[in-house]
């Protein structure tokens, strides 16, 4: 490819609402142009990156044995309304309707459309395992889109879905798309990690993320440095506590505390350590009629240490808690009859439902809100100023310094971005849709199934928040929208630079590297510049002063200085590099 002949438009500033890296760098370098709130256009140098990204996933998806097909963008209401998805999901769910007024939707993902081509093609255990694959647009109203590609509305995203026969055979289906979303993500080069992870709307008992590691990144990862454990911050288990709880040494108070409605501040006042403190934290639960009216409310009170945040994923694993909200001001005055920042178990003004965080169920001589505006008490004890806890659970997030549930160590955490997802679903999925097989034993049977995702669209961003300096991006060369670029100098004014240019050019082109000419004739600062911000991992620069010594200048995009090769060399120095 010559430059002259693509579509090359950098800006020297990035958008307004660019909030991430990635998003400036891949709208600076005219990788993507937004069209709506995220919605892009992947132009010319992006769609690049994008496409060679599909081609290693289809590679090792064919390699796995997956079967790939395109199931429709826009899908028919009738299918989510069997698994019941059309009214769950909310309004992340796009509904539309045709000029007949049927409904439809545009997908998010494809469990049901893939479940009814199952139970239409597939009727014997014979025809099974099967793994059926797409790399196709999917559209989710998120609420906030933001960071480009990273949150966007409109994205792509490969989806496959495994039907085994019986459970055992569904764990190797999972074993195998799990051994190649890790071919997958070694090809790209960039480094990741596999972690433990809640199946969320989707469903399942068994789910892996596979999230690059970036500081930027919205996802906190749990791992163990010492062993293999790791999980996302809303799978990670905290331990219960192993120490007895201690014996009461203070007699109860209340304390004035005025202003003061956070743990941290009543902690700083009373000269106290944060994690003496215990908030509370007021959620409620629905009981709803047959046409959606609330008939019952309950109002639950968590109790967690201070220092501690609240894992929502856990807590609506909490019997009784699956569909909590957080409880309206009005609803806590009811029952605590007081505004929050003051709240806490004793004095209630109605009963609620309590349950304890495992490392508040062994404090002595804690504090907690007074149920009275500007007061705390302090020295509370379960046994002696409460009764012991009834409900204890693991409700919060995990902390570093942790120990870790295998055993091995103590808990670190760092900064990831969710590439890609494998959940092991069961027949969640075939028995809402009563998609069956002839077994074995020749009766019918559901399916057993697995699903797994990779954001193509999304992984470029990752890479790019993974991989960027304070010049541009850094692509790996696996997935870089050129692989080579070749920079001469006053290319139009000297034909000794335009003759070698073009020889490098066609010896490259050859040998089936991926390289851009770039014969626009630039300033040699602005050329650069823009090869730099673009990121293209090696590049070659050409010019009648160098070639005067028989020298180019050779810089791979990670070096901080160009290296002096012999023009004689440089294809060679470009093979070795390359791995040709």
């Known amino acids: 490819m010559k430059a002259s002949q693509f579509l090359i438009s950098t800006l020297k500033e990035a958008p307004a609402d660019a909030e991430v890296v990635s998003h400036k760098l891949m709208t600076r370098a005219g990788m993507i142009k937004k069209l709506g709130a995220?919605?892009?256009n992947y132009m010319p140098m992006g769609l690049r990156v994008i496409r060679k990204v599909e081609a290693i996933v289809r590679e090792e998806m064919n390699r796995a044995g997956a079967i790939e097909v395109t199931m429709p963008v826009v899908q028919p209401a009738e299918l989510w309304q069997e698994t019941g998805r059309f009214d769950k999901m909310?309004?992340?769910?796009?509904?539309?309707?045709?000029?007949?007024?049927?409904?439809?939707?545009?997908?998010?993902t494809s469990e049901e459309v893939v479940t009814d081509?199952?139970?239409q093609e597939f009727k014997s255990y014979k025809q099974l395992p099967k793994n059926l694959y797409q790399i196709q647009t999917k559209f989710r109203d998120e609420r906030r889109p933001r960071f480009g590609l990273m949150r966007g509305r409109e994205f792509v995203m490969k989806d496959a879905y495994s039907f085994d026969k019986d459970r055992d055979a569904a764990q190797i289906s999972y074993q195998t798309m799990r051994e190649a979303y890790k071919r997958i993500f070694d090809r790209f080069g960039l480094q990741y990690r596999a972690v433990r992870a809640d199946s969320g709307a989707i469903g399942g008992d068994l789910s892996e993320e596979f999230q690059v590691i970036a500081s930027t990144g919205e996802d906190a990862i749990v791992y163990c440095p010492s062993s293999d454990y790791a999980a996302n911050i809303e799978k990670a288990e905290s331990l219960a506590p192993t120490q007895q709880r201690p014996a009461a040494s203070e007699t109860m108070a209340k304390v004035a505390t005025p202003g003061n409605s956070t743990c941290e501040a009543v902690a700083e006042q009373l000269g106290l350590p944060l994690a003496r403190t215990v908030k509370s934290l007021v959620l409620a639960t629905d009981e709803l009629d047959d046409k959606g009216l609330i008939i019952k409310t309950q109002v639950w009170l968590l109790l967690l240490r201070g220092d501690h945040e609240m894992n929502e994923i856990k807590v609506g694993k909490v019997e009784g808690l699956a569909n909590f909200r957080f409880a309206s001001v009005a609803e806590i005055e009811d029952h605590f009859g007081c505004k929050p920042g003051y709240l806490g178990p004793i004095g209630l003004k109605k009963p609620v439902n309590i349950v304890v965080d495992r490392d508040v169920a062994v404090m002595a001589d804690w504090i907690c809100g007074a149920n009275e505006e500007d007061f705390?008490?302090?020295?509370?004890n379960f046994g002696r100023d409460l009764p012991e806890p009834a409900l204890v659970a693991d409700l919060r997030n995990v902390v570093a310094g942790d120990k870790s549930p295998d055993g091995q160590g103590e808990l670190a955490i760092e900064r990831g971005i969710e590439i890609g997802h494998v959940f092991y679903l069961g027949t969640k999925y075939s028995k809402a849709m009563e998609a069956t097989f002839l077994g074995d034993n020749g009766k019918p049977q559901h399916f057993e199934m697995g699903c797994y995702g990779i954001g193509v669209t999304r992984l470029p961003a990752a890479a790019v928040e993974q991989n960027h300096d304070e010049r541009g991006m850094i692509w790996p060369d696996a997935i870089a929208p050129f692989t080579v670029v070749i920079c001469p100098i006053g290319m139009s004014r000297s034909e000794a630079v335009k003759a070698e240019a073009e020889k490098l050019y066609s010896e490259l082109l050859a040998l089936g590297v991926d390289v851009i000419l770039d014969d626009r004739d630039e300033r040699p600062g602005a050329m650069l510049a823009d090869w730099e911000l673009i990121g293209v991992p090696h590049r070659v620069v050409l010019g009648d002063r160098g070639l005067k010594d028989g020298q180019v200048e050779y810089q791979q995009r990670r070096d901080t200085e160009a290296t002096k090769l012999a023009t004689t060399e440089v294809l060679n120095h470009l093979k070795s590099r390359l791995g040709l």
């Open 117 to 119: 081509i199952a139970r």
């Open 376 to 380: 705390h008490i302090t020295g509370v």
């Open 90 to 108: 909310g309004p992340e769910l796009l509904r539309i309707q045709d000029r007949h007024g049927r409904d439809f939707i545009v997908q998010p």
């Open 38 to 40: 995220g919605i892009y």
